[in-house]
């Protein structure tokens, strides 16, 4: 089974003529500019234009043709298919590949599991899920929280 990485959502109907308000998880607008077709709702689409500003940017898509289909569209996560993204340089990742990584300490001992990447606006932050369900938030900064060898190496005094 192919992966598919989220690279926006619906917010909403932009105007009349089937353009849709989207509330970007990548890196701008240029992240979706770099794919043809994006699955929008689990359907394959054709992108026919992405305009608006950094801010606000909208979207335009095969098979979209008036408001009343673009409404229809909130909600929607607009995604594509993990090897279609373009190869990472180092020290970079894709919060999926961080979801399910083990997490040890500096000894390797089990913390935990990545169950969700979060940022806030001040950077990328882990969710840890413990042994018994317990959970907490790491920021993912070196010597907090590493990434070594496929796991999370992190620092256990942040696991309040």
Same mark, same amino acid.
């Given at each position: 089974?192919?992966?598919?990485?989220?690279?926006?959502?619906?917010?909403?109907?932009?105007?009349?003529?089937?353009?849709?308000?989207?509330?970007?998880?990548?890196?701008?607008?240029?992240?979706?500019?770099?794919?043809?077709?994006?699955?929008?709702?689990?359907?394959?689409?054709?992108?026919?234009?992405?305009?608006?500003?950094?801010?606000?940017?909208?979207?335009?898509?095969?098979?979209?043709?008036?408001?009343?289909?673009?409404? %229809?569209?909130? !909600? +929607?996560? =607009?995604? $594509?298919?993990?090897?279609?993204?373009?190869? *990472?340089? /180092?020290? #970079?990742?894709?919060?999926?590949?961080?979801?399910?990584?083990?997490?040890?300490?500096?000894?390797? %001992?089990?913390? !935990? +599991?990545? =169950?969700? $990447?979060?940022?806030?606006?001040?950077?990328? *932050?882990? /969710?840890? #899920?413990?042994?018994?369900?317990?959970?907490?938030?790491?920021?993912?900064?070196?010597?907090?929280?590493?990434?070594?060898?496929?796991?999370?190496?992190?620092?256990?005094?942040?696991?309040?």
């Amino acid at each position: 089974m192919t992966t598919r990485i989220t690279l926006a959502a619906i917010a909403g109907a932009h105007g009349v003529r089937g353009e849709v308000r989207l509330k970007l998880f990548g890196e701008g607008p240029e992240s979706l500019r770099a794919h043809d077709k994006l699955h929008v709702g689990g359907q394959l689409r054709r992108l026919l234009h992405v305009g608006g500003t950094a801010k606000s940017p909208t979207a335009r898509f095969e098979g979209v043709a008036d408001r009343n289909a673009a409404e %229809a569209l909130r !909600g +929607t996560l =607009v995604e $594509v298919d993990r090897d279609a993204l373009p190869p *990472l340089g /180092e020290g #970079e990742y894709y919060h999926a590949d961080l979801l399910g990584l083990p997490c040890v300490d500096g000894d390797g %001992a089990a913390l !935990g +599991t990545v =169950v969700a $990447v979060e940022n806030f606006g001040a950077g990328d *932050l882990l /969710e840890i #899920e413990r042994d018994g369900g317990k959970r907490a938030l790491i920021p993912f900064r070196p010597g907090i929280a590493d990434l070594e060898d496929g796991r999370i190496v992190l620092d256990p005094a942040f696991l309040a």
